[in-house]
């Protein structure tokens, strides 16, 4: 088996020429952050995987070739027009794929990794993802996939280890993956989104997303946070939360007829407010765009950031903070529509390097993160690492609670033990939710 690949020949399967596509608002937010900060903007999305077994080196590398054949998102390359303005095309037709073996098999896996995760991509060339594999033992590898979040989200991680999946079973079976054709296209629903966008940013709608925040706090300044360094680099804090309690809380959730999501929000607005006495919070909540069904077996970037206006009080109990969750999610969710810059136009916020609007956070991250076995391999997600945050604090909930939740926070900012004591606090608030 080669060594070595840098790239993968490819030719686009059944999507006739590429023609150029405006930016949705979130992706044209995302282009302007990595020309300021190339590599460094916290817009690299980092897979990181253990392959145990008899791996086929050949077979994966041409599975690869498969899965950007199948997913149109993955061909894409940003293009400048004269006048400055960013465009998408879907022409790419290559794989930027190597393989080596590591210097040394105690090499760290963050070590590893470093590299791979910041190296910025060349937007105007492609392809905007990456793999490499690094055989650290005699039957281990680890499996590195770099994509940028132009053209991918939290669920497109679920998307794409599917996809090549069986199209790896496939090629160990000397066979082409029998893949079926998607009902919609990406490129269709990057031009169906920027007419539902061009619609939503009618002044009348935008007044109306905007007049919900006017008068609302959207800065937290708790003690422990300091006016230290800006860097994105941040380090995941879990809330101690066991299995059992997790069980429990989703229990709590069904009897007060909420989402684990739409109640981790009231809770997490709870624990703000308590740190800073305010009865508001607002957060910046990233929502995939996959109302229509057949969106669901789509990879690409398919999501708009909402902010959610949460209203507490500091002294109420946890489970009617859970129920004000519900409510401040329904109502932003009325507004999904309108882009985030508007609403910060609207508010007169000028742009900055972190979130214009908010230094808080909430996320669901829905990335597939159980074992799998195929073919002699047994596959293991790591952790996540090189980890990038725009805010000062954010939650992030893993799909289900079948985790539990983390506070993701950039650690020069933050004085020691003030983040674990947060978690701490949480924790207790998770557990207070089925207190009448």
Known sequence: MSRTGPTVPVRPAGSGPSSAVPLTATQQGIWLAELVDPGESGYHDTAVSRLAGDLDADALRAALTDVQRHHEALRCRIETTEDGVPTQVFDVDRVDWSYRTAGNPDTPVERLVGLDSTEPFDLAAGPLWRVRLVRTGPAEHILIVVTHHLVTDGWSHG???????????????????????????????????????????????????????????????????????????????????????????????????????????????????????????????????????????????????????????????????????????????????????????????????????????????????GSHRLAGLEIEPLPRVGLRTRHDLALSIPAGLSRAPELLVPADRWQPGAVAALAAEFADLVGACDVA
């Open 159 to 369: 998307v794409f280890l599917r996809t090549l999946l069986a199209c790896y079973l496939a090629r160990t079976q000397r066979v082409r993956p029998a893949l079926p054709e998607p009902g919609l296209r990406y490129r269709e629903w990057i031009v169906d989104k920027l007419r539902r966008e061009q619609e939503a940013q009618q002044p009348d709608r935008v007044r109306q997303a905007t007049a919900r925040l006017a008068d609302s706090p959207r800065r937290w300044s708790p003690p422990g946070l300091t006016a230290g360094p800006t860097g994105r680099r941040a380090v995941p804090v879990p809330v101690p939360v066991s299995e059992a309690q997790r069980q429990e809380f989703r229990a709590a959730c069904r009897r007060l007829n909420v989402t684990p999501y739409m109640a981790l929000a009231g809770l997490f607005a709870l624990l703000v407010a308590r740190g800073t006495g305010t009865g508001e919070v607002v957060v910046a909540a990233p929502v995939a765009h996959r109302a229509d069904p057949r969106a669901a077996a789509l990879m690409g970037c398919l999501i708009e950031v909402v902010p959610v206006r949460v209203r507490v009080d500091p002294a109420q109990p946890a489970r009617e903070a859970a129920v004000a969750g519900r409510t401040a999610t329904l109502e932003a969710l009325r507004h999904l529509e309108v882009p985030y810059r508007e609403v910060a136009r609207g508010l007169g916020v000028p742009p900055g390097d972190g979130d214009p609007l908010t230094n808080l956070s909430l996320e669901e991250f829905n990335a597939p993160m």
